[in-house]
């Protein structure tokens, strides 16, 4: 009996050094993102500089030998990098450091993700999915997608994920449930301070879990400023960014977009379409369904002139940073 075996997948990872990369390497290779019948090959991207790092990751990765690991791919050329990829976490970007100025922060990262944006439209697979972690992540997004014209409108998203994943956590502690018994939890935004964990319609079977907790001023003055502040928590607790958290947002993320969120409402930064009031283009998270490789906004969420007022500020930070990069491009 001839059975026939899957084509391989191709999984471009920048930053492929790092912390969340580490984390997330070994979790691909394992089969934690396409299951454990799905062969694939990792190609790794990061500074010219990381590459001893990079080179004792695969050694790493070639000792746990996953059955499913057919090869991995060493480069600093994103060119190189992403060339034939199925989808792509990109992972590496400009952090801020000491005495940085924000517009400093912007411009590094534009150069960055213009190139990477030029090399997944030349190189990678035409149906390609791109999925920037770096930060900051939506603006990051929005430059690459610019860059990368000759891709489908939806071939790159921001992750989101990493805040709606935190806030389903925070709920289903605060009530004494379990995790995946909630469902419709909402995170609007950008992946900033400024994003809206929106719990209006998330549900517990036939219940609002609003209607459980009852309590107006726990969402706004506890649960909202909690989600919020959660990364900036974790680097005072631990003197480090967010990393197998963020790698496992990542790959619930690429997972349900790639194999489908069996109708689930999730959360994704994508390019807005205009509705909620929100531009026409915008990189912002938004509440979706996701199959057959796509995602579908999901429709007729009532915006109340709360969740109004919460969303117009992470809408105004967005373009305040698209405005900047705008400028940044246009000088260059």
């Given at each position: 009996?001839?059975?026939?075996?899957?084509?391989v997948?191709?999984?471009?990872?920048?930053?492929?050094?790092?912390?969340?990369?580490?984390?997330?390497?070994?979790?691909?290779?394992r089969?934690?993102?396409?299951?454990?019948?799905?062969?694939?090959?990792?190609?790794?991207?990061?500074?010219?500089?990381?590459?001893?790092?990079?080179?004792?990751?695969?050694?790493?990765?070639?000792?746990?030998?996953?059955?499913?690991?057919?090869?991995?791919?060493?480069a600093?050329?994103?060119?190189?990098?992403?060339?034939?990829?199925?989808?792509?976490?990109?992972?590496?970007?400009?952090?801020?450091?000491?005495?940085?100025?924000?517009?400093?922060?912007?411009?590094?990262?534009?150069?960055?993700?213009?190139?990477?944006?030029?090399?997944?439209?030349?190189?990678?697979?035409?149906?390609?999915?791109?999925?920037?972690?770096?930060?900051?992540?939506?603006?990051?997004?929005?430059?690459?997608?610019?860059?990368?014209?000759?891709?489908?409108?939806d071939?790159?998203?921001?992750?989101?994920?990493?805040?709606?994943?935190?806030?389903?956590s925070?709920?289903?502690?605060?009530?004494?449930?379990?995790?995946?018994?909630?469902?419709?939890?909402?995170?609007?935004?950008?992946?900033?301070?400024?994003m809206?964990?929106?719990?209006?319609?998330?549900?517990?079977g036939?219940?609002?879990?609003?209607?459980?907790?009852?309590?107006?001023?726990?969402?706004?003055?506890?649960?909202?400023?909690?989600?919020?502040g959660?990364?900036?928590?974790?680097?005072?607790?631990?003197?480090?960014?967010?990393?197998a958290?963020?790698?496992?947002?990542?790959?619930?993320?690429?997972?349900?977009?790639?194999?489908?969120?069996?109708?689930?409402?999730?959360?994704?930064?994508?390019?807005?379409?205009?509705?909620?009031?929100?531009?026409?283009?915008?990189?912002?998270?938004?509440?979706?369904?996701?199959?057959?490789?796509?995602?579908?906004?999901?429709?007729?969420?009532?915006?109340?002139?709360?969740?109004?007022?919460?969303?117009?500020?992470?809408?105004?930070?967005?373009?305040?940073?698209?405005?900047?990069?705008?400028?940044?491009?246009?000088?260059?």
């Amino acid at each position: 009996m001839n059975i026939m075996k899957p084509d391989v997948k191709r999984i471009a990872v920048t930053g492929a050094a790092g912390n969340i990369a580490y984390s997330l390497l070994f979790r691909i290779a394992r089969g934690d993102l396409f299951g454990k019948d799905q062969p694939v090959i990792l190609q790794l991207l990061d500074l010219p500089e990381a590459y001893g790092a990079m080179q004792g990751v695969v050694m790493e990765l070639q000792d746990c030998a996953f059955p499913l690991l057919k090869r991995v791919e060493v480069a600093t050329d994103p060119y190189v990098a992403f060339r034939d990829a199925d989808c792509a976490f990109l992972i590496g970007s400009k952090p801020r450091g000491r005495g940085m100025e924000r517009r400093d922060l912007l411009a590094e990262n534009a150069a960055i993700f213009r190139t990477q944006g030029k090399a997944l439209n030349g190189v990678a697979s035409r149906n390609v999915k791109a999925l920037v972690v770096g930060n900051p992540a939506n603006t990051n997004a929005a430059i690459a997608r610019r860059f990368a014209p000759d891709l489908p409108d939806d071939a790159i998203t921001a992750m989101i994920r990493l805040d709606h994943n935190r806030a389903v956590s925070m709920l289903a502690q605060h009530c004494a449930i379990a995790v995946n018994v909630i469902g419709n939890m909402i995170v609007w935004g950008n992946h900033s301070p400024t994003m809206f964990p929106d719990y209006r319609y998330a549900r517990v079977g036939r219940y609002l879990i609003k209607d459980l907790i009852n309590d107006e001023s726990w969402y706004r003055e506890i649960f909202i400023p909690k989600v919020a502040g959660r990364g900036t928590a974790i680097i005072e607790a631990r003197g480090a960014s967010s990393a197998a958290s963020a790698a496992n947002a990542a790959i619930d993320q690429m997972r349900d977009w790639m194999l489908g969120s069996d109708g689930r409402w999730v959360s994704m930064s994508v390019p807005s379409d205009g509705s909620y009031g929100i531009p026409h283009g915008l990189m912002f998270g938004v509440p979706v369904i996701c199959r057959d490789g796509r995602y579908e906004r999901v429709e007729g969420i009532q915006i109340d002139e709360f969740a109004r007022s919460c969303i117009n500020r992470s809408v105004r930070e967005l373009q305040e940073e698209a405005a900047t990069v705008d400028a940044l491009l246009i000088a260059d």
